[in-house]
């Protein structure tokens, strides 16, 4: 096998090994601060509409993670 197929070989298989670190970072991360603000300016009583604002950012952290990934890859 040359050198140049085993480097390949190394590559597809460490690509493949499950979602990235950086997409959690992203789903937690931007969950909690979406939740955090809605705390702090929508009404107490809307509290259904947290964790609609948290789940939203929810997707959008891990949307921007993988786009991170793809772009930097993995942030550790």
Known sequence: MS???K???AKS???SSGVPFVVFVG???LGLIGYVISQMFLPV???SLHWLVALIGAIVGGLL???W??????II
């Open 3 to 5: 050198r140049s197929s």
């Open 7 to 9: 480097l390949a070989n």
């Open 13 to 15: 298989k460490h690509a």
């Open 27 to 29: 789903l937690f991360g």
């Open 45 to 47: 009583e809307a509290h």
């Open 65 to 67: 993670g993988w786009l």
């Open 69 to 74: 990934y793809h772009w930097r890859g993995d």
